[in-house]
């Protein structure tokens, strides 16, 4: 049933050209930013021979680029969250759904699952992208890998964050606008200092983003994806049940 | 000897703020019937069977579907049902057989069945031929249609139409009708309309509400003792009227 679910959700989303749009937007950024990236790396390349232990090509590279994309999935996954369930209600399909023999739970994590392996295509993308690096240098596969992990589970987070603002509202706009207002005041967090910083899903990033792959992170990201599921799934069930 | 009870409303109610939309409304729908719920415009008709379909949770009250509670039971008594809200809930970007297809999922058609089932749904509405359309292209009838193929595309033994033949011109409505008399004669439909002859021509049983209250609940022959069926509605919600300004 959940994946009847996000079978639709990940077919409706690639029907809309907005999505197509989107994606080939961010291919570009993220292909120019790379290729800067190399042009600069072959510039340095003599001066860092000559030092001790240079950073090597894959943290100069492609960890900056994970940064980015990162960056960029904060602003767009709430673009692509808003439709989840706000626009379900504004087109009134939604009772659809409600109709149905499925349980809140159902669709919350249909959806979820649906806009999570869509962006598990762009971080693939992504990775590929990553990988050219082997053409012409050893690179460091494991720190890669981290930092793959990295952003999907940082993607995941803010699809979570995402869905939530689409299930309490009626208009997609407001569900958006404010999973990107919540979703940077945690970066704020990370920016600033204190026991708050802790908070920050990209605090947890970082970790990953160097190639430190610990189970405090990975927990984290576990209880905030799910922290978020569930407050969809109880907003929805409360109001099945008429407040 | 009567058939079984396929559908009951206990003691509606329904509160929209302090306005009370549907006040204590009780009624039973048996196999092979079907039950026209008949109003005017704001008599509570759409927020009736939404509360049988389990979209709305009524304020106080039950409702029973093929004796599961619908309010402890959500799962086994929905899936029993077919419900074509007032705005028939289509995604615009499908095709046609992909929505009827999804919708017969949500409903846990066996994927062995699946193919047969769309098959008869689309040929009981009329949509052969329009399998590979987006939604969003076919006229207003057509969705209307497409809205009907999606209640009963699982076969349910109560299905729930509001507003089922707003929108289509003469012949189409003819074909509908035709359509909901077959579906009484299988199961049982409960539909909503402000349409009389509409009642008079398919429903065997009617209920009138009126400012969310039950005033009529018989067969049609009932409704039939005045001289026609139409006064007898005027009559009855006049009545009413009346007996409210009195008070």
């Known amino acids: 049933m959940i994946l009847t679910l996000a079978r639709k959700e990940l077919r409706s989303l690639f029907a809309t050209p907005s999505t197509w749009w989107m994606l080939a937007l961010l291919q570009i950024i993220l292909a120019w930013f790379w290729l800067a990236r190399v042009d600069d790396y072959l510039q340095v390349q003599a001066q860092l021979a000559q030092m001790e232990s240079a950073p090597g090509a894959t943290i100069a590279i492609a960890a900056p680029l994970v940064n980015v994309l990162a960056v960029m999935l904060m602003m767009l996954i709430p673009l692509f969250a808003m439709r989840l369930i706000a626009e379900e209600r504004r087109n009134q399909t939604w009772l659809l759904l409600a109709a149905a023999p499925i349980s809140p739970a159902h669709i919350v994590l249909g959806k979820f699952i649906g806009l999570l392996a869509m962006l598990s295509l762009i971080i693939a993308a992504s990775g590929l992208m990553m990988l050219t690096l082997l053409l012409g240098t050893p690179a460091d596969l494991g720190l890669i890998a981290s930092n793959l992990l990295g952003v999907w589970l940082l993607a995941a987070s803010y699809a979570a964050l995402g869905l939530y603002f689409s299930a309490i509202t009626r208009q997609p706009v407001v569900a958006a606008f404010s999973a990107l207002a919540v979703s940077f005041g945690l970066w704020m967090l990370e920016l600033g200092s204190g026991a708050l910083r802790a908070l920050s899903p990209n605090l947890h990033f970082q970790n990953l983003n160097v190639g430190l792959v610990s189970s405090v992170d990975l927990c984290y990201f576990a209880l905030f994806i799910a922290l978020f599921l569930l407050l969809a799934i109880r907003h929805l069930r409360r109001e099945q049940e008429g407040r | ?247």
């Open chain 2, 1 to 247: 000897m009567a058939s079984p009870v396929t559908l009951s409303a206990q003691h509606l109610t329904r509160f929209h703020g302090r306005q009370c939309v549907v006040n204590d409304v009780s009624f039973t729908l048996r196999r092979g019937e079907v039950l026209g719920l008949l109003g005017h415009n704001g008599a509570g008709k759409s927020t009736t069977l939404q509360m049988l379909a389990g979209t709305l949770s009524p304020s106080s009250g039950a409702a029973e579907i093929c004796d599961f509670n619908l309010a402890q039971r959500p799962d086994l008594a929905k899936s029993c049902l077919g419900y074509l809200p007032e705005h028939p809930p289509l995604y615009r970007d499908m095709r046609v057989d992909d929505y009827l297809c999804f919708a017969a999922r949500l409903h846990r058609v066996a994927p062995d069945r699946l193919a047969d089932q769309l098959q008869l749904a689309k040929q009981r509405c009329g949509l052969l031929d329009c399998g590979h359309q987006l939604v969003g292209t076919l006229s207003k009838g057509y969705q209307q249609r497409v809205g009907i193929a999606q209640a009963i595309i699982h076969q349910p033994p109560v299905v729930i139409l509001d507003e089922p033949t707003v929108g289509l011109d003469p012949a189409q409505m003819h074909e509908i009708r035709d359509l909901i008399r077959a579906l009484g004669d299988a199961g049982s439909v409960i539909l909503s309309t402000h349409l009389l002859h509409e009642v008079e021509q398919v429903c065997d049983r009617a209920v009138i509400l009126r400012q969310g209250k039950l005033i009529f609940d018989g067969s049609i022959d009932d409704l039939r003792q005045h001289r026609d069926i139409e006064s007898s509605f005027l009559q009855l919600t006049a009545d009413r009227a009346q007996e409210g300004a009195a008070k």
